[in-house]
């Protein structure tokens, strides 16, 4: 962070400079708050609402209290956030097409049509004002609202709103910035996952640009999904598949692995492996634990869809272990970041196998002379395109 300006005139210049330097949103509005006060600015709270682009949540806001530390409020998508919406200041500044507004709070002006005016009221606000920021149309982050509130008796001075108004434009832009940024990283996360949309965001973006790695794989498949898919309602079966792939993709995650890509009904998850020190290998442990967990949940989907008379689907998990090659394939305008290489092909054999021999997991030699798990043999399999049997196993 760089030093505070001297005047409050240099201000919006210290804003800028610092956005270019910092990805920190919390640092920078803490800055311009404690300078402000400083400088005699009067301010108790301040809070900078953003929308976003996030499959969970529909916006967040930054929160700074004068003798407090600077909090994150997330607000989830659906009906809930969307009538606390319409009740904001947000929402009247918006519907009566204006930028600006203020509420004196300390005579309950606004309070019984806002709660949250009503809520800084009772903390002993006194008076509150709202400026909005419109950005780019480009993304759903389609501006910024933020908001300061006084605790001294009769409120804000003109020129106390004055002075905060001439840094909006440039505490806006700084905001947007920085808000893209993570916009940008929530949503590679989401599509590609967080060590693959890290790489992405790195500029690891070139077709056939790769590395070897030795991992772990993981391929899920739904038993049944397709005769679900013929008799059922479609948006039932989306309804149903999503709670599948959640009981399958979260232990994902929780153990450190990548989800890659859902295979309609199933899904391929990678757990790089770090150099041995030992013979126990992190990665395989990982994603035994994941196929266990996976399964155990996948059960207790099953359990709450029997009792509701809906279709139950099973799960068969394959575990391997080899070298691949993680990265982009595709055309030149449009890629996709994965993994290549004959282990994937054979982990898509042995899955194959689980429906033929009645299990629902099945695991290669690779993979179980990797991992400490106590496993019974199925004895060697030919698998398609593999030139030698493979011995496959599966948990006792």
Not at 150 to 165: I, P
Not at 231 to 253: F, Q, S
Not at 312 to 323: C, N, R, S
Request: proline content about 4%; overall charge negative; aromatic content about 6%.
């Amino acid at each position: 962070m760089l030093n505070p300006p001297d005047k409050i005139t240099d201000l919006a210049d210290w804003i800028v400079r610092t956005a270019t330097r910092s990805d920190s949103p919390e640092l920078l509005l803490d800055g311009v708050c404690q300078i402000l006060v400083r400088h005699g600015v009067p301010l108790w709270h301040v809070s900078v609402a953003v929308p976003t682009i996030d499959p969970q949540f529909r916006g967040a806001a930054l929160h700074w209290w004068r003798d407090s530390t600077i909090k994150v409020e997330t607000a989830a998508h659906g009906a809930e956030t969307d009538e606390k919406f319409r009740h904001s200041p947000v929402f009247a500044l918006q519907s009566q097409g204006v930028s600006f507004g203020r509420w004196m709070i300390e005579s309950e002006e606004g309070c019984e049509i806002h709660p949250v005016l009503k809520g800084l009221r009772s903390q002993g606000g006194t008076e509150y004002a709202m400026f909005l920021v419109d950005f780019s149309p480009a993304t759903s982050v389609s501006g910024t609202a933020i908001s300061i509130a006084t605790d001294r008796v009769g409120g804000f001075q003109d020129n106390d709103l004055d002075r905060f108004r001439e840094i909006v434009p440039a505490l806006g832009l700084a905001i947007y910035r920085q808000i893209l940024l993570i916009t940008a990283t929530q949503s590679l996360d989401s599509y590609l996952g967080r060590m693959t949309g890290a790489k992405v965001l790195a500029g690891e973006i070139i077709r056939g640009q790769g590395q070897m790695i030795e991992a772990a794989i993981l391929l899920a498949d739904l038993s049944g999904f397709t005769t679900v898919t013929d008799r059922e309602d479609a948006m039932d079966v989306v309804r149903w598949l999503n709670e599948h792939l959640e009981a399958i993709g979260d232990p994902v995650m929780e153990n450190g692995g990548e989800i890659l890509k859902f295979l309609g009904d199933g899904l391929l998850a990678v757990f790089p492996a770090a150099p041995r020190t030992s013979s126990r290998c992190e990665a395989c442990e990982a994603a035994f634990s994941t196929a266990m967990e996976a399964l155990r949940r996948n059960d207790a989907v099953n359990a709450r869809r029997k009792r509701a008379g809906e279709p139950q689907l099973a799960l068969d998990v394959a575990l391997h272990f080899g070298e691949v090659v993680y990265g982009n394939v595709g055309t030149s305008r449009r890629l996709d970041f994965t993994v290549i290489g004959r282990a994937v092909n054979e982990v898509s054999r042995i899955e194959k196998l689980c429906d033929e021999l009645g299990l629902h997991v099945v695991i290669s030699d690779e993979f179980a002379k990797r991992c400490s798990q106590r496993l019974t043999s199925l004895g060697a399999f030919t698998l398609r395109g593999v030139e030698s049997p493979r011995v496959l196993l599966t948990p006792e």
